[in-house]
Antibody, heavy 117, light 110 residues
Framework: QVQLQESGPGLVKPSETLSLTCAVS?????????WGWIRQPPGKGLEWIGN???????YYNPSLKSRVTMSVDTSKNQFSLKLSSVTAADTAVYYC??????????WGQGTLVTVSS | QSVLTQPPSASGTPGQRVTISCSGS????????VYWYQQLPGTAPKLVIY???QRPSGVPDRFSGSKSGTSASLAISGLRSEDEADYYC???????????FGGGTKLTVL
């Protein structure tokens, strides 16, 4: 069974870099799939952040592209997200997910990241 | 604002049939499959419809999806209290090169 689990600091200061990791179990991250990050501000809808594929190709939401970096660590079967120069508007629950074709089929439980001094 | 447009709320009484609409454009719904997610409070989204009108294993046949042009809809028949949740539509957006989501519809079972 495919399982994903986000981890990282729950509190980040403004202007700093948000860093999250998604550990994948029950499935090899090296398989022919993409892996994505989606976020949900409190009380609001879902926003796609970006995908990283087994090929190493990355696809980022244009609205966040200048601040986003994604990477994969096949030795640990996990992938990561870095979002730089954060502001209060980046406060959200961050989800990682497996991208099956053109949709997300397996999701992590989500982790709340608050941007505050 | 969200890539896809949904009404913010919908409601119905137990046993009723409710529909939730989702509007997009030629770069998303008009040229790609539509997906629907159910999100209960404090939990991750759960897929209830994929590829416009297919149900994953375990999703009751009370849930159905349809698509026409650049719009789609989710229908829930025989409404039950446990259906009360937020529902999100999604479709790959060719301009984004990623999935676009609707703003979500909060379904209340009266």
């Amino acid at each position: 069974q495919v399982q994903l689990q986000e981890s990282g600091p729950g509190l980040v200061k403004p202007s700093e870099t948000l860093s999250l990791t998604c550990a994948v179990s029950g499935f090899s991250i090296s398989s022919d799939y993409c892996w994505g990050w989606i976020r949900q501000p409190p009380g609001k809808g879902l926003e796609w952040i970006g995908n990283i594929c087994h090929s190493g190709n990355t696809y980022y939401n244009p609205s966040l592209k200048s601040r986003v970096t994604m990477s994969v660590d096949t030795s640990k079967n996990q992938f990561s997200l870095k979002l730089s120069s954060v502001t209060a508007a980046d406060t959200a629950v961050y989800y990682c997910a497996r991208v099956f074709g053109d949709y997300c089929d397996y999701w992590g439980q989500g982790t709340l990241v608050t941007v505050s001094s | 604002q969200s890539v896809l447009t949904q009404p913010p709320s919908a409601s119905g009484t137990p046993g009723q049939r409710v529909t939730i609409s989702c509007s997009g454009s030629t770069s998303n719904i008009g040229s790609n499959y539509v997906y629907w997610y159910q999100q209960l409070p404090g939990t991750a989204p759960k897929l209830v419809i994929y590829s416009n009108n297919q149900r994953p294993s375990g999703v009751p046949d009370r849930f159905s999806g349809s698509k026409s042009g650049t719009s789609a809809s989710l229908a829930i028949s025989g409404l039950r209290s446990e259906d009360e949740a937020d529902y999100y539509c999604a479709a790959w957006d060719d301009s984004l090169s990623g999935p676009g989501f609707g703003g979500g519809t909060k379904l209340t079972v009266l």
